[in-house]
């Protein structure tokens, strides 16, 4: 975007999320809707990538781009009914997809995007289903209630094919929709490959989504022909073709364009990434909590913040965190798949990883919190401490230079700097338990498996090798010895 000023950005940035959207639902439970089942076209490389990854398992906004589009089309009809198109290493896409319970039809071959619609033919011909809504694995941004408005459109307009389209500013690369007249009824849609300058022109271009009659979709298909610049299959074909067999096909326009944006370079995909990530903050900031600088900020789509949390800038929020009311998340902190009370303050520099915290904790700056750290109500985890698989009880603290790993650490303990539990014997893992109460003197070694108990003292910069009793003191370490005039001497000696 050219030189362009921070505050200028920022101003931009959220001024590009108009997320005013009405949530209205329509009426897909009334007693007169359709039979409709969802084909999600998932099979293509995405050559334009460059990636040796498959196209729709690259991520925006923290997660797969064709996870979006399949939570979306889950909202408009249930998982059973949903069919993804996979081809291009498939099992890789349908082991990462499996846990949302759709089906999945294998397009062995990616002969285009008709081709795709051919393979599932035996998912959606017969008697199951009177409408089959299209949407494609690359474009993440659509919404159900789009879906929602081409279904109902096409229902009423009882067509044979509706399509989706968009005026874009630059509608370079798509599709063009050739309107009969500039009427609702559509004579073709043309590929850019195949478009006279004429129709270059055109700003309205087909998204790639579409609803279908199945019975005049599957009667007509195998009329589809190879005869392109690709040599494949077009499933916007099938525009001219019903259209030729006097059939209905109509369009409807989106009023957000960029809803129906794909994903076919790393550019349109950073692009889509910014806006998912937009939409999220804005989501965040109308639910009450505050987000200074949001373009800074990284927050994946499944992120949930309480009111009256403040997110300070060049924040990470990534993953299936949940962070409660009222807390602060100071500057570089990156929080990933950790659930955090209310109340918690998150100084600057905190990492975190598949972590709990309870109510009122202190965490940071500069901690670093490893799968499995549970960190009590109103603890305290401080500078440069690494922590993982801990339990750290209710007030409790340890905050200056230490490692604690594999440590089961009850209320009420004061662990002092620069403690260290020894878990690792080179070869196994060992726990290390330390009751209520304890303190741990700084510098303190704890060589596990070791259990301090309850209410006992261990003195400064001991090593620890066997159980401390309750209530005890442990002293670990060389008897201090002092020579008198030692260093006088020493100095004068070299004179
Ligand atoms: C397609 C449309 C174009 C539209 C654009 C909107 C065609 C011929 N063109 O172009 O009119 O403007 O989408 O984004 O359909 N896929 C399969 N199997 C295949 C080929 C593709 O499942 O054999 C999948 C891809 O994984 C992708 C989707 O279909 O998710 C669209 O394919 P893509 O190659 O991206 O089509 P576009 O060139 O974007
Ligand atoms: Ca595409």
Not at 97 to 120: D, P
């Amino acid at each position: 975007m050219g030189r362009v000023s921070p505050l200028a950005f920022a101003v931009y940035w959220l001024s590009m999320a108009n997320t005013s959207k009405t949530k209205a639902k329509s009426s897909l439970s009334s007693p007169a809707r359709p039979r409709v089942a969802i084909a999600i076209m998932a099979a293509g490389k995405g050559t334009r990538l460059k990636s040796k990854h498959p196209k729709v398992l690259h991520e925006v906004g923290g997660k797969p781009i064709l996870a979006h589009v399949i939570a979306t089309a889950k909202k408009v009809v249930p998982a059973k009914d949903i069919f993804v198109i996979i081809g291009h290493e498939a099992e890789l896409v349908r082991e990462a997809l499996a846990g949302t319970g759709v089906n999945f039809v294998v397009q062995a071959e990616q002969r285009g995007t008709g081709h795709a619609l051919m393979v599932a033919r035996a998912a959606f011909s017969g008697d199951k289903y009177d409408q089959v809504v299209v949407l494609s694995g690359d474009a993440p941004l659509i919404t159900a209630e789009t879906i929602r408005k081409l279904s109902d459109f096409h229902a009423a307009q009882k067509a044979a094919m509706t399509l989706l389209s968009a005026d874009l500013d630059n509608p370079y690369g798509y599709g063009r929709v050739i309107r009969k007249g500039g009427r609702v009824e559509v004579q073709a849609i043309v590929e850019e490959k195949s478009a006279t300058p004429r129709q270059k022109n055109i700003r309205e271009i087909n998204s790639g989504f579409y609803a279908f009659a199945t019975p005049a979709l599957y009667e007509h298909i195998d009329r589809l022909s190879t005869a392109n610049p690709h040599g494949e299959y077009y499933l916007t074909d099938m525009a001219e073709v019903l259209h030729r067999a006097r059939k209905k096909v109509v369009v409807i326009k989106t009023e957000d364009a960029s809803e129906v944006l794909g994903s076919n370079t790393r550019a349109e995909m950073m692009m889509l990434d910014v806006r998912l990530r937009l939409t999220k903050c804005r989501e965040l900031l109308d639910e009450g909590v505050t987000i200074f600088y949001p373009h800074t900020c990284v927050i994946d789509s499944d992120v949930e913040v309480g009111a009256d949390t403040v997110i300070e800038p060049f924040v990470q929020l990534l993953g299936n965190t949940k962070i409660g009311a009222d807390c602060r998340i100071r500057s570089y902190s990156v929080i990933a798949n950790s659930i955090l009370g209310d109340r918690v303050t998150v100084r600057p520099g905190t990492i975190m990883e598949d972590s709990r915290v309870g109510a009122g904790a202190v965490l940071g700056p500069y901690t670093h919190m490893r799968p499995g750290t549970e960190v009590g109500e109103g603890a305290h985890l401080g500078n440069f401490v690494e922590t993982k698989k801990i339990k750290l009880g209710k007030g409790s603290k340890a905050n200056h230079l230490s490692y604690l790993g594999d440590a089961e650490i009850g209320e009420g303990v004061n662990v002092g700097a620069g403690t260290i539990t020894c878990n690792y014997d080179g070869v196994k893992k060992h726990k290390t338990v330390i009751e209520d109460g304890v303190f741990i003197g700084s510098d303190s070694t704890l060589v596990a498996p070791v259990k301090i108990g309850r209410g006992a003292y261990v003195a400064a910069a001991s090593c620890i090798t066997e159980d401390v009793p309750a209530d005890a003191l442990a002293l670990g370490r060389a008897r201090q010895s002092v020579k008198e005039g030692w260093a006088r001497a020493k100095r004068e000696s070299r004179r």
